[in-house]
RNA sequence: GGAGAGUUGGCAGAGUGGUUGAAUGCGGCGGUCUUGAAAACCGUUAAGGAUGCAAGUCCUUCCGGGGUUCGAAUCCCUGACUCUCCGCCA
């Protein structure tokens, strides 16, 4: 959410933001309805204070014997107008809100302006030692060398849910468990990181305080009966573990790294990109979630991004670093790196990872403060998160870098002690 | 699922219609005292909004929403959450 005084004072810098992000620009209306408001809050505001001050002198008069039935009537007809005006007000409160919660955060000045995907730009690639994109030999994608292995099934999982809800089996299972314990393990021991295990489903609360709605309601899997929803990312119950309270500064940065299941909807992506586990309706994912003081939270994007990169050159999978450009920005970040990893049979980057700042975006809509150390004044925290990273596209990296010509998966030496074995056959 | 109790400031905890934004205690901050510290004592201590260059003035807020009233933390309705007991269950 913005501020509505700084839309108020910088209406041409919100409409720029607004158009690199192609969102829908209501700035005109916004402040319109914003000095409507204040009208409106100005006129009622005379009358209450008019109000308070006879209702005090009715009771002195009350208590000393007198007859107040005068100034009773007269506060009555008051007491009307301001119900009316009361009303107003509330109308167009609700009309201006309507209107706020669909502005998208602005992109940092450091963001290339951009239109989509396409205008993303490449920061930095890592590629393991010894490492070639050239394949002599023919490369069994993910879907191939998870039926010949048996580790994972796309079909039953279809069977026992839909398309998109894979199974894992036997070292495949293992496997996975195996790459989330080894990233808590890294993120806790290396990187400072508190784990947390947060519920699964979220009220709308906390699905407005990370800025997943109004605007994605449609990709997100719905409890009607209780109104809860399947949260999405680890990103949401996290961040709001701290919705609605006052922080001290000394306790910042807060660091969290949590795993869990993650689902998706989709809704209106079917398509070849859909194949095995490129998208897919639940996948596991170990979230980093920062909250840090406004003047640190750019470092703190460089350092999260570091920290999800670590996970990557400790299990040698080649990957490539994206700053997005404006308008591949989600909805409520400011500024964003994409982590993708190599798939050989694809012939192609896999977005793993998505390092994002949103300042104090969820900030202010989830109502997380911290009271300065310096004046006792209260300010908005800034949010940051992380993947770190989501085990599907990243399994797709290992299974099919790390296969033998015979068609087998040698485990990343980093993940055999999870493991306990070293090839997979 | 059934029955009951509760939700007040950073925390604990008073307050059942009229200077109650809210007693008291703790905590925090400032000061006195002290070589220094502790103790003791004194003072101070909310957030959001409107307006204003500012000082200030005003409005709102006692879990959320609605209502009664000239006036509500206080009365009524409703929702959420917490606790206790019973039932069910991993």
């Given amino acids: 959410m913005l ?16 158009k690199n992000k192609n969102e829908k620009d209501t700035v005109d209306q916004i402040i319109e309805l914003d000095e409507k408001r204040r009208s409106f809050i100005a006129q009622v505001e005379e009358l209450k204070a008019q109000r308070n001050s006879a209702s ?14 005068a100034q009773i009537a007269e506060m009555k007809r008051v007491g009307d107008m301001i119900a009316d005006l ?47 994109f050239e394949n002599e030999e023919k490369v069994l994608d993910h879907t191939e ?14 069977k026992i849910t839909g398309s998109g809800f894979p199974v894992y089996m036997g070292k495949g299972a293992q496997l996975e468990r195996a790459l989330i314990n080894f990233m808590l393990d890294y993120h806790i021991k290396d990187h400072g990181y508190t784990e947390v295990i947060p519920p699964l489903l979220v009220n709308r609360e906390s699905m407005f305080g990370t800025g997943q709605l109004p605007k994605l ?56 990109e859909s194949k095995g586990f490129l998208r897919v309706h639940q996948f596991n994912k170990v979230e980093m979630v920062k909250l840090v003081k406004p003047e640190t939270s750019y470092d703190e994007l460089e350092s999260i991004t570091n920290d999800a990169e670590d996970i990557l050159k400790a299990l040698k999978i080649p990957y490539r670093i994206l700053m997005l450009c404006s308008g591949d920005l989600s909805f409520a970040a400011a500024k964003c790196y994409d982590i993708e990893t190599w798939s050989p049979a694809e012939n192609k980057w896999l977005e793993a990872s998505s390092c994002s700042n949103f300042e104090n975006f969820q900030a202010r809509r989830a109502n997380i403060r911290y009271r300065k150390t310096e004046n006792k004044k209260l ?17 797709v990296s290992i299974l099919e870098n790390y296969q033998t010509p015979e068609g087998k998966v040698i485990v990343p030496e980093v993940l055999q002690k999870y493991t306990g074995f070293k090839i997979i056959d």
């Fill in 145 to 158: 060398l998870g039926k010949k292995l048996k580790i994972l099934d796309f079909e039953r999982g279809a």
């Fill in 3 to 18: 501020d509505i005084k700084f839309i108020r004072e910088n209406p041409e810098l919100v409409k720029k933001g607004i």
């Fill in 86 to 132: 009361d009303k107003n007000l509330s109308g167009v409160e609700e009309q201006l809100h309507n209107l706020l919660i669909w502005i998208p955060n602005l992109p940092n000045e450091t963001v290339p302006i951009g239109k989509s995907a396409d205008d993303n730009v490449e920061v930095r690639q890592w590629l393991p030692e010894g490492f070639t």
């Fill in 379 to 395: 300010d908005f925290v800034h949010t940051l998160n992380g993947s770190g990273l989501a085990t599907s596209r990243l399994m």
């Fill in 217 to 272: 309601e449609e990709d997100m899997y719905l409890a009607e009966k209780d109104d809860l929803f399947t949260i999405p990312t680890a990103e949401v119950p996290i961040t709001n573990l701290h919705r609605n309270e006052i922080l001290e500064e000394n306790q910042l940065p807060i660091n969290y790294v949590g795993y869990t299941a993650c689902f998706r909807r989709e809704a209106g992506s079917y398509g070849k």
């Fill in 56 to 69: 005090q002198q009715i009771g002195q008069i009350k208590k000393s014997g007198g007859d107040a039935s």
